[in-house]
T-cell receptor, first 114, second 117 residues
Framework: AQSVSQHNHHVILSEAASLELGCNYSYGGTVNLFWYVQYPGQHLQLLLKYFSGDPLVKGIKGFEAEFIKSKFSFNLRKPSVQWSDTAEYFCAVTNSGGYQKVTFGIGTKLQVIP | GAGVSQSPRYKVTKRGQDVALRCDPISGHVSLYWYRQALGQGPEFLTYFNYEAQQDKSGLPNDRFSAERPEGSISTLTIQRTEQRDSAMYRC???????????????FGPGTRLLVL
């Protein structure tokens, strides 16, 4: 069975600080990887995804994530956070074969202080 | 509408009552998924449909939980004889292609927050 670990459950940053949220998954096969974001009062939205190809994936709002297969990792980064990035971030994985049963991590709450 | 919608957004019920949660997927989306998210946790898979066919219900916690999608569009998740431990956010998602296709993205609705007293 696949699983996802998010190491930081609650992160507090000042505006303009750099962000890196860790995500590791356990699954031996080929995977699809996602980061979803939930802004306060809103629903889960797709931030970025990796299916194949360039392991450095760029998403919306200046976010990017790098798939490192050898480390089973898909960390999310942003060079300079804004107050509007305050949200909860979920890493998720599906196996490339078979149906898209998504396994989510526990989530990381990011609070950006103005 | 353009996105996945769910109703009601909030539901408060007494223990022992039945509840029905509705999901209206993005028009034309083949697959529909239900997830449950307890407080402080990530969403956990419950069940999914391709069109009207329920393909996997292995995530349903017990036989009090059931789901249907009779016409391949709107889906209803029903919880019978609710218990306090059923309190959670129930999320619905849909994807354009069938769930067995690779490289599909799931689009989520706003969720229904259920509180069982």
């Amino acid at each position: 069975a696949q699983s996802v670990s998010q190491h930081n459950h609650h992160v507090i940053l000042s505006e303009a600080a750099s962000l890196e949220l860790g995500c590791n998954y356990s699954y031996g096969g080929t995977v699809n990887l996602f980061w979803y974001v939930q802004y306060p009062g809103q629903h889960l939205q797709l931030l970025l995804k990796y299916f194949s190809g360039d392991p450095l994936v760029k998403g919306i709002k200046g976010f990017e994530a790098e798939f490192i297969k050898s480390k089973f990792s898909f960390n999310l980064r942003k060079p300079s956070v804004q107050w509007s990035d305050t949200a909860e971030y979920f890493c998720a994985v599906t196996n490339s074969g078979g149906y898209q049963k998504v396994t989510f991590g526990i989530g990381t709450k990011l609070q950006v202080i103005p | 509408g353009a996105g996945v919608s769910q109703s009601p957004r909030y539901k408060v019920t007494k223990r022992g009552q039945d509840v029905a949660l509705r999901c209206d997927p993005i028009s034309g989306h083949v697959s529909l998924y239900w997830y449950r998210q307890a407080l402080g946790q990530g969403p956990e898979f419950l069940t999914y449909f391709n069109y009207e066919a329920q393909q996997d219900k292995s995530g349903l916690p017990n036989d009090r939980f059931s789901a249907e999608r009779p016409e391949g569009s709107i889906s209803t998740l029903t919880i019978q004889r609710t218990e306090q431990r059923d309190s959670a956010m129930y999320r619905c998602a849909s994807s354009l292609g069938s769930a067995e296709q690779t490289q599909e993205t799931q689009y989520f609705g706003p969720g229904t927050r259920l509180l069982v007293l």
